[in-house]
């Protein structure tokens, strides 16, 4: 079994639109993330939620929100696609601090 | 706020070599540090990690060591295998518990 499993694993679409990356784990973890990597790998945390706390990167565009229908699952939506928003987008997990578990993530490209 | 650095971008080592990829960070008040390897196509996947009372840990041919009074922490590799051809990232976490990832540094293993 996946531990943390992310749909779609390849996203193109046009400017403009709106998507919907899907993450779900299988871990009990009591707390999600969403990170962004660019073309040179660099990852940088976007959110991070548990039942109780949302805490937003400052500077993640308002376009980009996060959905928890239980604490399973954390979806990424993003309205108004920009050409820069492309880029690999990797779902995680973690209980407290620690046992950290990535998804393999979905490559979004905007054209 | 938490800045983390590794030395190279890219270290290139003969089969069978010792592999010590470096990194540094910013925040004193850090206290839990995490190696990750991430093939072509994968997510990050958890190596090692040490906690701040620890200055090393030993894991299956891998060795995190921890300098707390220079805030450098790095990950040696024995008999560094061609499988061992990834990415790695140190990343950095204190009390907020999100980890703060260093840009990555890729380890090519020449056979």
């Known amino acids: 079994d996946t531990a943390v499993s992310q749909t779609p694993k390849y996203l193109v679409t046009q400017m403009g639109n709106d998507k919907s990356i899907k993450c779900e784990q299988n871990?009990?973890?009591?707390?999600m993330y969403w990170y962004k990597q660019d073309s040179k790998k660099f990852l940088k945390i976007m959110f991070s939620?548990?039942?109780?706390?949302?805490?937003i990167n400052e500077t993640v565009p308002n376009r980009f929100s996060p959905k928890s229908p239980d604490k399973a699952h954390l979806n990424l939506h993003i309205n108004s696609l920009e050409l820069g928003d492309s880029a690999v987008y990797f779902c995680?997990?973690?209980?407290?601090?620690?046992?950290?578990?990535f998804g393999s993530g979905t490559r979004l490209t905007v054209v | 706020g938490e800045s983390v650095g590794l030395h190279l971008p890219t270290l290139s080592v003969q089969e069978g070599d010792n592999s010590i990829i470096n990194c540094a960070y910013s925040?004193?008040?850090?206290?839990?540090f995490i190696w990750y390897k991430q093939e072509s196509g994968k997510g990050p996947q958890f190596i090692i990690d040490?906690?701040?009372?620890?200055d090393k840990r030993q894991g299956q041919r891998v060795t995190v060591l921890l300098n707390k009074t220079v805030k450098h922490l790095s990950l040696q590799i024995a008999a560094t295998q061609p499988g061992d051809s990834a990415v790695y990232f140190c990343?950095?976490?204190?009390?907020?518990?999100?980890?703060?990832f260093g840009r990555g540094t890729s380890l090519i293993v020449h056979p």
């Open positions: 995680a997990s973690s209980q407290g601090g620690s046992g950290y578990t």
């Open positions: 871990l009990g973890h009591d707390t």
């Open positions: 939620y548990n039942n109780k706390e949302l805490i």
């Open positions: 925040n004193s008040a850090s206290d839990y």
């Open positions: 040490i906690r701040s009372n620890m």
């Open positions: 990343a950095v976490s204190g009390g907020s518990y999100i980890p703060t």
